[in-house]
């Protein structure tokens, strides 16, 4: 079946460094969703890229879907400790349904 | 947007018992599904929750073990059913096609279960 791989597992950056995430799933996506999930809380959608090589801005988050549809990234910028948690990205399978990624847990020392 | 409430939050159950939890959306919403998260591990999609009929459930989970029902596009119901150790986990609830947000899932807080 489809798998959905982030690397790193974990980062750990000083605040104001700066954090990449990747994505990379075995099967070209017709579109990729991204979550954030802060600890002891539950997923929260953060945004979803559908074309080729789109890139799209959150305030310090960058998005981007890959040329191929099989990749995808999350950048901040400038991290702050309000960017703790782990980032999920998600893609949909042969059934529509979404699979979601092994997730990159991001912790900021102060 | 959607606002999900789910309960009970959190129960310790003993082997062998079952136990409901309930999912509480407060509009209609056009897909509904159950998750199970082990700490500090990604999510897995139990099953989709189908208005009326049947629930669709993904590979390694059975409807005998995992009963759920959906009266409405409100509510769901997940069963957790003969608990064992293995079946400590957080269980989510997601819905997906609220008004306004056709795509994005929103997901409840989530129901800490331990069996012991």
């Known amino acids: 079946g489809q798998q959905v791989m982030q690397i790193p597992q974990y980062q750990h950056v000083q605040e104001g460094e700066d954090f990449t995430t990747y994505c990379n799933s075995s099967?070209?996506?017709?579109?990729i969703q991204w979550y954030k999930q802060r600890p002891g809380g539950h997923p929260v959608f953060l945004i979803q890229?559908?074309?080729?090589?789109e890139v799209k801005k959150q305030k310090r988050l960058t998005f981007q879907f890959g040329e191929a549809k099989k990749n995808s990234s999350l950048h901040i910028t400038a991290t702050q400790t309000t960017d703790v948690g782990t980032y999920f990205c998600?893609?949909?399978?042969?059934?529509?349904?979404?699979?979601f990624g092994t997730g990159t847990r991001l912790t900021i020392i102060p | 947007s959607a606002v999900i409430s789910q309960k009970p939050s959190r129960d310790i159950c003993q082997r062998g018992t079952s136990l409901t939890i309930q999912c509480q959306v407060d509009?209609?919403?056009?897909?509904m599904f159950w998750y199970r998260q082990q700490p500090g591990q990604s999510l897995t999609l139990i099953a989709t929750?189908?208005?009326?009929?049947?629930?669709?459930?993904e590979s390694g989970f059975v409807i005998d073990k995992f009963p759920i029902s959906r009266p409405n596009l409100t509510f769901s119901t997940l069963t957790v059913s003969n608990m064992s150790p293995e079946d400590s986990s957080i269980y989510l609830c997601?819905?997906?096609?609220?008004?306004?947000?056709?795509?994005?899932?929103?997901f409840g807080p989530g129901t800490r279960l331990t069996v012991t």
């Open positions: 890229l559908v074309k080729s090589g």
């Open positions: 099967t070209t996506l017709s579109n």
């Open positions: 997601s819905v997906e096609g609220a008004a306004g947000s056709p795509y994005e899932q929103y």
């Open positions: 509009s209609q919403v056009t897909m």
């Open positions: 929750a189908n208005q009326g009929s049947e629930a669709t459930y």
């Open positions: 998600a893609g949909p399978s042969g059934n529509e349904k979404l699979t």
